[in-house]
């Protein structure tokens, strides 16, 4: 083998390894702190909680899909702002390796500003990126039913928390998109055309895997 052939080889494989090495995305690179790294916060309101036919709620499937730990730390009827007043405490307490994030619902059917909402979700992720928390945020599951006077709003606000994902640089798990894509998306809520069944908890939790 001539030296030429040898020394592109070697160009060829350092390039390859490279290129792998760049793809890998499994968050082993990330400092934690003092954080845990296998212990996740879910903040949300009910559709986080679990509200009526919700079955178990997604907090709770995913961590039975990880093996880690899931603490729920949502809050029927709560909104955005209230999430932004609590997630230093809430960081504080748990220590968490992650966060993840799912707001808007109760803001939208009080007809809140998207500025505003995107606001207090900034200052959500913001404050776990300080705490060396890696943040997640989704979208909003459609709205239908009586409350589908308001699937404009949400559809819009989504196209907000999708540039915001954007802007802070944090992993968007895109619920909207997941719900449409099943064709039938009533088939994925209880009857107020809101909350998720059982299916769409699941649906949920497999979203954040």
Known sequence: MSNKFKFLSLVVLSSLMFMVSGCEDDGSSHDYGDNDANYYVAMGDSITEGYGDAGTPYPERLAGMIGKTVANEGKSGETSDEGAARINSLLS????GHLLVLYGANDVLRSRDNADIISYLRTIIQAAKSNQTVPELATLTPITGHDGAYASAVQSLNTDIRSLASEEGVRLVDLESAFNGTGNVDAYLQS?????????????????L
């Open 93 to 96: 307490s748990y220590k968490p």
């Open 192 to 208: 107020d055309g809101l909350h998720p069944n059982s299916d769409g908890s699941q649906l949920i939790a497999e979203s954040f």
